[in-house]
T-cell receptor
Framework: DTAVSQTPKYLVTQMGNDKSIKCEQN?????MYWYKQDSKKFLKIMFS???????INETVPNRFSPKSPDKAHLNLHINSLELGDSAVYFC?????????????FGPGTRLTVT | AQSVTQLDSQVPVFEEAPVELRCNYS??????LFWYVQYPNQGLQLLLK??????LVKGINGFEAEFNKSQTSFHLRKPSVHISDTAEYFC???????????FGTGTSLTVIP
């Protein structure tokens, strides 16, 4: 059973297009995250939602908009894609209120903007 | 806020040799500490975590880490590495009262046959 899943796994698109990445978790977690991993493997937090409420919103261009329809889903929509958006995007989830706070990661979505 | 420094960006090691991957953190509050592994073209997988109690933490695949509060370190060790350990390793810290992770820049471990 997949704990945190993302679709699509690969996404190739042209500059200026709009695209979405979907994330779903079946762990019963209440907090979900989006990370961006660049070509040097550096992981940067972008957003976090707790019970559908935005709690972390790092310095990210307005072209990126997260949407959480329910606790199990967190989607990422990107408008007017740019070359610099090419990266691997990871979704993660965790259960707040517990002592562990560990995050569970999805397999990633490799976005290539041409 | 917290921060993490992984002192080595690349660590080559021969198969069956021991390895240590270094991690230092900075925080003004008590923290939880984690090590994650990322195999090629995959997501991150939790190796081990320190929450409280014993400072020596054992994880999966024979890895262990030791929390040293005075040196603000959480180094990862394995006594004998295998080819399959070749991967990117990330140290992470979170405040006990927060929900945000801060990741280090990663250490690329390459096991040489």
């Amino acid at each position: 059973d997949t704990a945190v899943s993302q679709t699509p796994k690969y996404l190739v698109t042209q500059m200026g297009n709009d695209k979405s990445i979907k994330c779903e978790q079946n762990l019963g977690h209440d907090t979900m995250y989006w990370y961006k991993q660049d070509s040097k493997k550096f992981l940067k937090i972008m957003f976090s939602y707790n019970n559908k409420e935005l709690i972390i919103n790092e310095t990210v261009p307005n072209r990126f908009s997260p949407k959480s329809p329910d606790k199990a889903h967190l989607n990422l929509h990107i408008n007017s894609l740019e070359l610099g958006d090419s990266a691997v995007y990871f979704c993660a989830s965790s259960l707040q209120g517990r002592k562990s706070y560990e995050q569970y990661f999805g397999p990633g979505t490799r976005l290539t903007v041409t | 806020a917290q921060s993490v420094t992984q002192l080595d960006s690349q660590v080559p090691v021969f198969e069956e040799a021991p390895v240590e991957l270094r991690c230092n953190y900075s925080s003004s509050v008590s923290v939880y500490l984690f090590w994650y592994v990322q195999y090629p073209n995959q997501g991150l997988q939790l190796l081990l975590k320190y929450l409280s109690g014993s400072t020596l933490v054992k994880g999966i695949n024979g890895f262990e880490a030791e929390f040293n509060k005075s040196q603000t370190s959480f180094h990862l060790r394995k006594p004998s590495v295998h080819i399959s350990d070749t991967a990117e390793y990330f140290c992470a810290v979170s405040a006990r009262t927060g929900n945000q992770f801060y990741f280090g820049t990663g250490t690329s471990l390459t096991v040489i046959p």
